[in-house]
């Protein structure tokens, strides 16, 4: 591995469950972590963080972005070598935007972009790897292929389906001030769940497809959810109180990921100014909205001119 190889790396912002599909959808929206890893001749990593998460995150071999280059490199089968990574981060920690499996995207698409020409890493090897890393196939599969993405275990690991979403969707977040634990919010589910509510998910993560991709007009039926929200509402009482006001006006509101943000699934631009109203009327604390695309390309990576 040469030294001063560099490589650019921005990866997008992902909410997963959307309603219905836990732990298998999820849509990547335009908010980024953008960074750069450099091959240095000493061994070990130094991390410099701007943004989100300066002065918190670990700046070591410990930082999550650093042990999923590492764990891509042992997977080639290429020792690692010493690293340089400064990190420009703006996807909001511990909210549900899918931030971890983000930073372990960022180092599995760096190291992929570092190894190119030495060992080449194929679609499916790089979800295998994000998914071993992450423990769930749900944010790692949109932050690296983008768009809407339909993801399952299959016999042989994960595996994915993009899918472009109708050009009406309009995604809104809104994110608070407090966090949510991801293992907590899990802690919450329940070992079995009755056979009525895994059928009501059924209907509604089909249906959900159909809304996203053709039918925008049917998203408040297709985003009801039986198997993860209502479990996991004691733990953030106010996501669950804005969801009910939202979804009582006909927005299409929903916990993102493990939450605490919120994601409104409008089914065009304008519906977003109303839900953002209702919101600011009604929070306690604050909450802040954004107004997001959804992103197409998923994970992108560049050689940086004229290295090695
Ligand atoms: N499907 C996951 C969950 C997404 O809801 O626990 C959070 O990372």
């Not at 929070?283 to 197409?296: I, K, S, Y």
């Amino acid at each position: 591995m040469p030294v001063g190889r560099s490589v650019r790396v921005k990866v997008p912002a992902t909410s997963a469950n959307l309603g219905p599909g836990f732990d298998t959808l999820g849509l990547a929206l335009a908010l980024y972590d953008d960074l750069t890893v450099t091959v240095r001749e000493a061994p070990g990593a130094t991390v410099t963080v701007h943004g989100v998460g300066e002065g918190e995150v670990p700046t070591d071999e410990t930082n999550l972005v650093v042990r999923s280059i590492a764990h891509t490199f042992a997977a080639a089968g290429v020792p690692m070598p010493g690293v340089q990574l400064i990190a420009n981060n703006s996807i909001p920690h511990g909210r549900g935007l899918g931030s971890s499996g983000a930073a372990i995207v960022s180092g599995i698409v760096a190291a992929k972009g570092l190894l190119e020409g030495i060992v080449e890493l194929d679609a499916a090897q790089l979800l295998a790897l994000a998914t071993e890393l992450e423990g769930h196939p749900d944010n790692v599969a949109p932050a690296l292929f983008g768009g809407l993405t339909i993801a399952w275990m299959s016999g042989t690991g994960p595996a994915h389906k993009k899918l472009m979403v109708h050009r009406g969707v309009s995604p809104l977040v809104f994110v608070p001030e407090h966090v949510m634990s991801t293992a907590l919010a899990r802690s919450l589910q329940p070992q079995s769940v009755p056979h009525e509510d895994a059928v009501f998910n059924v209907s509604r993560s089909a249906l959900l497809i159909a809304a996203l991709v053709q039918s925008p007009e049917l998203l408040l039926a297709a985003t009801e959810d039986k198997l993860h929200q209502n479990y996991r509402a004691q733990a953030m009482p106010e996501t669950n109180r804005l969801i009910s006001a939202l979804r009582a006006a006909g927005f299409p509101a929903v916990v993102s990921g493990a939450g605490p943000s919120i994601l409104v699934l409008c089914s065009d631009p304008a519906q977003r100014l109303a839900a953002a109203s209702l919101v600011a009327d009604s929070a306690e604390t604050v909450w802040q909205p954004l107004m997001l695309a959804v992103d197409f390309l998923g994970a992108t990576v560049q050689r940086t001119a004229g290295t090695p």
